[in-house]
Structure formats: C-alpha cells, structure tokens
C-alpha cells in the first residue's frame, strides 16, 4: 500500500467512473462557519460512491474467476453498484438483498441486470445465502466495505477533491462499513498536505466511535437509523486503516440527520440520502472545530425512496 | 429587438447570474426516446432562471430611477430574484407578496433584504398594493414576465444552453406569465438553428394554450396547481412574441407534473420546482413527437416547500 497504488487505482477505473462534480454554497458556509467542499457522489454512476470500489474489486478478478461471477450482501447501493459495474464488465453479479431493503434500490439493482436472492435483515442471514452462492456457482464474494481493492476504489473519490483542492485541512465521510472512511483517509494521508480524515456517524449505530475507543471492533445493539446505508459495521480489513488514519468521529443524532439532510436539499438543490446528511451533520454538530477550516465533505449518495421521504 | 440586443443583455448580466449547468441522463432519454439537454435554473442565484430577468431590468433603470428603488407583485420566485438582484445592485426592494406564498420563499425574501407587503392572493390586489407602493415611495414598478427587459433577461438561459448546443430541434419551457418562454422563443429565433420553441402548461390553467388560439389573451377560471410558478396569466408584452415565436404548447395533468418531477429527482438526483417539471412532463406526454430529436428543456427553479412536498 502507497501512493502509487492508489494512483493505479484511480487509472484503472477511470473509464467506469464519474469524476463528480463538487459544490460549494456561500449560504452553508455562513451557517456552518468553514468553507465547505462537497464531492457530490449522488451524481456518481448508479448514484453513489460504491460504484468506484465495486468496479475496482472486480476489475482486480482474473479472468477465470469473472467468468464464475460476482456474489455480495448489501443494503442497498452496493448491490446496485456491484450490478451495474458488473455489468459494465461482462460479468455476472448475485445480489444477496435484506428483504426490508428500499424497493427503489431492489428495482435499480433488476434494472442494471443483478440476480437477486432474499435473506433476512441480519448480518448472519446475508452471510449464509452470500456463502451458498459461492458454494454453488463458484463466484467470487466481495464485500461491501471490509475489501481492500473496495477500499481502494472508494479512495478515488477523496482523490479527485483533494487534485482540486489539494489545501484542505480535513474530509469529512460518513461511517457505516468503514469502506468510505477508510479510503477516504488513504487518500487524505497520501494526497493531502495534513489533511485529517474526520467520521460522522449515527449517534444510534456508534460501532466505528466505541472501536476506536476500546480498539477492539464493536457491535451495534440496533440498526434502526435513517441513514439506511450505515446500519452494518466495520470489519478487519477497514478498522486498522481507520485506527492509523481517522482522527476522530463525530456522532450525531437522528434529528440532526434530517435537518442536515433538508439544508443540503434546499440550499444545494440537489438529492442526498440520508448517510450523505450526516457527514454534513457532524460539521454542523461542531462547528468551533471547523471555524475557519476549509473542509471536503463526501455526500455519499442520492438514491432515496421518495415514497417513505418525509421532512416534517 | 434584434441578435445584437440580445448579446448585450447577456453581456450585461453576466457577473451577476451563474452560466448554469446542463445535465443529460441516459435513462431518461431511454424513456422520453428523444436526446435531452436540461438546463439546470434550479442551480442559478436564488434558484430560479428569474434572477436573469430580474438584474437585467434593474440595471436598464436610470440612476435616478435606482435610487428610488423597484418594486413588484409575485408569486413567489420574482420576489426573491427581484430582492436579490436588488440587494447585489445597491438598490431597495419593494415586494408584494400574497399571503398564501410558500413559506420558504417568503423567508429568502426577508433573507435578501427584500421589503414585503402582504396581500390577497389575486391579481386586482396585488396590483392595487404595488401602484400604493409607486404612488409612495416613487419606486419603479417592475413585472414578473410582462416586461421587455425583463424577457431580454431570461432569454439568456436559452442562449447559453444554444452556445453549448447549437443543433438542438426545439426548446421546451413551462409557461406561466409567459416571460420565461418568451425569452426562450427569442433565443431560439436568433441564435437556433431551425429551432423550435414549444411551451408546457398545466391543462388547469391553460390560459396561454388558448389565447394562443383565439388570438387574443384569455384568463383562468382557476389557479388550483402544483406547479405554484404558473399561476400568473400572459400580458400584452409577451403575448405578440409567443404569437410569432412559439410553434405549439402541450397540456400536462397535474398526475403527469408530479410524475415527472419525481423522475427528475430520481434520476437526475436534482430538486426541481413543480412549473419545471411541466417542461419535461410535456415531452413525455408527446413522445412520438420528440423521438430522435435534440431537446433543450429549460428546469426553471428548484424552489420547493419541503415540508408540504409529498410524492405520494
């Protein structure tokens, strides 16, 4: 791992990949008291950052091991970007799908040519059809976020931030997997100058805040956050990267999610999902820290089921 | 009125208003079966094409007449655009605004330094308020759509989106007061190459589809749609020009409105305004005339009451 091998990471994907736009807002800046850069995933392919180590972990496959397929568990986007970058390359992906999961995800993931098989909404559940699949088709498993070439593929956001703006004094990520994090702060270490990598997370799925306390992976007692795509937890590959790179994180409460996640619509004019919102949440929840301070924040995604969206 | 007026208006506007951008989605030209070029007004200051008109009518005023300030009557848009415009223009605001405005923009008023006065929520009495307002304070009395200048000012949407791509077969804009398309229509005369100019508006108040038909301006029976920014009527400055200028105007249903403004948000990841969403609703509603044609659609603000919007 160096800053070479994020450099081919980022070549090896480029053709598959947006290089995002990145917005900034007087206005947010006047209410949050930093200068704010925001990396706008949402308008990434498939509509999130997963896209980038989703296409990035499959193309690091052999040839032999594409031919057998793709197989992984997600909540929802990284289903639809692994389906999509699949797709992209010729190769077949099996999406195992918690059966809560939103149906405008369920539908893109059909839509981009993904096999879907149902599991319950827990870790054990998606883990064993994951491991059926393997078993039966001879697919090769990619997780989410505990997988270095995802990690590495994420990273390439945090990249393309840092080339424009190669002065920031901290990025800002959301913490679900720590997939996101943790690239993010392989890219903050090697492309920026002193560029602390800084976490939000839901204040009721505080995995990522008590591990890095206790130094040991924590679990979280419910799931049940808005942020829909930070309900799992870290794994072995991402939590030392976060415990080498991440300087802190930032926890913040669900009220705190939705009127984040409203300011960013109203002001930017754009769609975020709920897990962008909390990236933008921890900024607000603590804004002494980032007084002055010019500051990346990765709005993660936009993909939101506007049937369930409520602002009030 | 001639090509060369039009360039000095978009001269004189352009350090004050953003050069927006033009967004494209594979799937919604999939679904539409044309090629489409959005025109992202929801991204212009204050979030609406109308700041365009709106600087550009200021700064036609003599110092004299700036001194004294403007004023005007809006549903909305106009009376951010105007205060806005106003405020970057050293000039004082003077907005009439009726008392069933959507909160938001009432707020962006007050924000911009904008001076309200409320009143009914019909034409007569708005109109009798901003003549007070004249008669008072010897403001200039500027019109939301019904003013040459104000016209010359939105034009500049169309003629930025024309430099870009100067092969487009037709530009789309909804119709409201009629300043807007008006704009648009003497864009496409000038600077398109055969291109036509074809209006959007809500069947509940398709004043404009029949006036253009009778010959003469027609009013509505109703004001009742979602898409708030199309409630005005035409007026006798706009009207001659989308006489000779407009090929045709498609009626969309207020179903086929929030349908479209879902696929736009979906898809685009973007917040667009209802009276936006009429402009993409009636390409879908006309499909068979559109398919294989190089489509501009003008989204002309992203101005939305979060806590009344329901998609279902």
Chains 1, 2 share one sequence.
């Not at 204040?203 to 799931?223: C, H, K, W, Y």
């Amino acid at each position: 791992m160096n800053k070479q091998t994020l450099l081919e990471t980022r070549q090896r994907i480029s053709a598959y990949v947006h290089n995002t736009p990145i917005c900034t807002s007087h206005l947010l800046d006047d209410i949050s008291g930093g200068k704010l850069f925001f990396k706008c995933e949402n308008f990434q392919k498939m509509g999130a950052f997963k896209m980038r180590g989703a296409t990035n972990a499959i193309m690091q496959l052999t040839k032999a091991q594409q031919e057998r397929g793709v197989v992984t568990h997600s909540s929802g986007n990284f289903a639809q970007a692994l389906s999509l970058a699949a797709k992209n390359l010729g190769v077949t992906a099996y999406i195992v799908m918690p059966k809560n999961a939103p149906k405008v995800k369920r539908d893109a993931v059909l839509g981009y040519g993904g096999i879907i098989t149902d599991c319950e909404s827990n870790i054990k559940a998606r883990e064993e059809a994951a491991a059926q699949i393997v078993a039966e088709k001879g697919a090769t498993f990619i997780h989410p976020s505990n997988d270095l070439n995802v990690i590495l593929g994420n990273a390439t956001a945090a990249m393309e931030l840092l080339e424009v703006h190669p002065d920031l004094n901290c990025i800002i990520s959301p913490v679900g997997g720590g997939g996101l994090i943790a690239g993010t702060a392989l890219a903050a270490h090697y492309f920026g100058t002193q560029c602390k990598t800084i976490g939000g997370e839901p204040m009721v799925t505080d995995d990522a805040f008590r591990s890095l306390q206790t130094g040991q992976i924590e679990t979280n007692i419910t799931t049940n956050t808005i942020a829909d795509g930070l309900r799992t937890q870290l794994g072995d590959i991402n939590f030392p990267i976060l415990q080498q790179h991440v300087d802190h994180i930032i926890r913040v409460e669900e009220e705190e999610i939705v009127k984040a996640m409203r300011l960013l619509w109203e002001r930017l004019k754009i769609v975020v999902e709920p897990s962008s919102a909390v990236a933008f949440a921890a900024v607000l929840k603590n804004k002494a820290y980032f007084k002055g301070k010019k500051v990346g924040i990765i709005l993660s995604g936009g993909n939101v089921d506007l049937d369930t969206l409520r602002f009030s």
